[in-house]
Nanobody, 124 residues
Framework: QVQLVESGGGLVQTGGSLSLSCAAS????????LAWFRQAPGKEREFVAG????????YYAGSVKGRFTISRDNAKNTVYLQMSSLTPEDTAVYYC?????????????????WGQGTQVTVSS
């Protein structure tokens, strides 16, 4: 049983930085993609960034490229999302997701495993 537990959300001012963590457990994640999604009130859940566990290849949504960095720690089975230059438009609940796939999928419906989410609020 795959379990994902996010942490690190909070309140930050515009232009600030925040780091999220996703502790993954329940199996080895070779052959999996782990990704971050976010959902703002009244909006659909959207892809933020993804990482292929096996080789560490990373992919980003255009809106966060250059500002966010996704990384993984194999020994800790943890995925991180380092966020910088935050704006109020980044305010959302951020979710960690996992799927056994080679491709970094950007559709949230393709992912079977989800964390509970962590709130990120950026004040203006």
């Amino acid at each position: 049983q795959v379990q994902l537990v996010e942490s690190g959300g909070g309140l930050v001012q515009t232009g600030g930085s925040l780091s999220l963590s996703c502790a993954a457990s329940g199996r080895t994640f070779s052959g999996y993609v782990l990704a971050w999604f976010r959902q703002a009130p009244g909006k659909e859940r959207e892809f933020v960034a993804g990482i292929r566990w096996t080789d560490g290849d990373t992919y980003y949504a255009g809106s966060v490229k250059g500002r966010f960095t996704i990384s993984r720690d194999n020994a800790k089975n943890t995925v991180y999302l380092q966020m910088s230059s935050l704006t109020p438009e980044d305010t959302a609940v951020y979710y960690c997701a996992a799927e056994r796939t080679y491709w970094v999928l950007r559709d949230s419906r393709e992912y079977d495993y989800w964390g509970q989410g962590t709130q990120v609020t950026v004040s203006s």
